[in-house]
């Protein structure tokens, strides 16, 4: 398992947020770059980006930052959500150098478009499954569906998807730990390998998806933890790195 630092990008800026609402966003950097530059040197093994404003306008709004972000990583691989809804925009960050595509609102309203994504892009289209009480939630999150997300996973087996990000709104920005039970459900009920996102606070939070990543629980993804020094990246990463079933 690899802990996966997060860059929420709104309005330029590297921000975090409560339970996805825009209104109650924390700023962290008004220089995106040099945070990006900072996980790269703490040796980060993946990156994750997601434009904020892009996902509530359907389009992306953070774009040029993405790019400058692929260009100063390099060798480092990064993943891109937020807005994307075209294979036009697909392309555009694959072109820039990302090396996975997250797919969040438009799966799930068009599950078509994942079959047609995976097919142009093989290995590098990822699922964003974002849950509130189960049910899954798009449009930057500001709309709950009536489908649940362990009954959505499933459509998505044998499709060609990379990974399933799978995140519990009611703890994304709230540190109050991570939703265990719900990640390895939604890793038992497929073979796509998961990555966990919201709520992770301290190393007791990697520690548990640790014990349960044989599962296919394959990372975790962490923002305000790593921002406010709650939880120490170099220590997780570590832990990771010299963990043993």
């Known amino acids: 398992m690899i802990v996966i630092p997060a860059i929420d990008l709104k309005d330029g800026r590297c921000v975090r947020l409560l339970q996805g609402d825009m209104s109650k966003s924390t700023i962290f950097s008004d220089d995106p770059v040099s945070v990006a530059r900072r996980w790269k040197d703490y040796g980060c093994k993946r990156l994750h980006l997601v434009d904020l404003n892009g996902a509530f306008a359907g389009e992306p709004v953070n774009g040029v930052i993405v790019e400058q972000i692929a260009e100063e990583m390099a060798d480092v691989p990064i993943q891109v959500g937020?807005?994307?809804?075209?294979?036009?925009?697909?392309?555009?960050?694959?072109?820039?150098?990302?090396?996975?595509?997250?797919?969040?609102?438009?799966?799930?309203?068009?599950?078509?478009?994942?079959?047609?994504a995976c097919r142009s892009f093989p290995g590098k289209i990822s699922v964003g499954l974002d849950a509130r009480d189960g049910r899954l939630a798009t449009e930057g999150w500001s709309k709950v569906s009536s489908l649940m997300a362990i009954e959505y996973v499933e459509k998505l087996i044998g499709l060609g998807v990379f990974?399933?990000?799978?995140t519990d709104i009611s703890r994304?920005?709230?540190?109050?730990?991570?939703?265990?039970?719900?990640?390895?459900?939604?890793?038992?009920?497929?073979?796509?390998?998961?990555?966990?996102?919201?709520?992770?606070?301290?190393?007791?939070?990697?520690?548990?998806?640790?014990?349960?990543?044989?599962?296919?629980?394959?990372?975790?993804?962490?923002g305000r933890a790593i921002y406010e020094d709650t939880l120490d990246f170099k220590q997780a990463q570590l832990l990771c790195d010299e963990w043993v079933d």
């Open 82 to 116: 937020g807005g994307i809804r075209t294979l036009e925009t697909i392309k555009r960050y694959c072109d820039a150098g990302a090396s996975n595509i997250i797919i969040g609102t438009k799966a799930i309203s068009d599950i078509g478009f994942v079959i047609e």
């Open 163 to 166: 990974e399933i990000i799978y």
């Open 172 to 222: 994304d920005g709230m540190m109050g730990g991570v939703n265990v039970e719900a990640t390895l459900s939604m890793a038992r009920a497929t073979n796509i390998p998961i990555v966990a996102s919201g709520g992770i606070r301290d190393l007791e939070d990697i520690k548990r998806l640790l014990k349960v990543s044989s599962a296919g629980i394959v990372g975790a993804i962490t």
